[in-house]
């Protein structure tokens, strides 16, 4: 019991995020992550495939916030046209948290996006969770997969 008791008041004394801290990124590749990030949404949104196919690699494997199917690259190129044909633009998108885990050539970005979406005075707002996998090839970052999900604002 006295173990217990001091393994807790030792844990208790350590910060939470001291705990869970996790390798972290230097400046310019955080900075280079969040910027790949940015793009590739905003690509997405805008039907941009020159900038999608030079950030996402063939492998790609993505989780949407719809709870639907995984999709690979090829669907998911298929969805980009097909919100393009919608007529909607993206409005704004942000993300007001950002969390990283940095293992060598790999980089897992946590966040919570808002985006917002629409077509004249017709706009939706969504806000979500995502997960998202970068790997360092080649000298380049890409984003490889994620997994959204997404909650009423």
């Known amino acids: 019991m006295r173990f217990l ?14 705990q869970l801290r996790a390798p972290q990124p230097d400046a310019a590749t955080r900075d280079a992550v969040l910027a790949l990030r940015d793009a590739v949404w905003r690509a997405w949104y805008a039907n941009d495939s020159t900038t999608f196919d030079r950030i996402v690699p063939d492998e ?16 998911t190129v298929q969805r980009m046209r097909e919100f393009a044909a919608t007529g909607k633009t993206l409005r704004s998108l942000a993300f007001p948290e950002n969390a990283f885990q940095w293992y060598g050539d790999v980089l897992l970005l946590y966040s919570t996006y808002r985006i917002a979406v629409g ?4 706009v939706t707002t969504t806000v ?26």
């Open 5 to 18: 008791l001091s393994l807790l008041l030792v844990t208790m004394t350590v910060p939470a995020h001291a």
């Open 60 to 75: 790609l494997l993505a989780i949407g916030w719809d709870g639907g199917t995984w999709n690979d690259r090829g669907r």
């Open 128 to 153: 979500g969770r995502a997960t998202e996998v970068f790997v360092r090839r080649n000298g380049r970052w890409i984003h490889t997969a994620w997994h959204l999900d997404a909650h009423a604002p």
């Open 119 to 122: 077509k004249g005075d017709d």
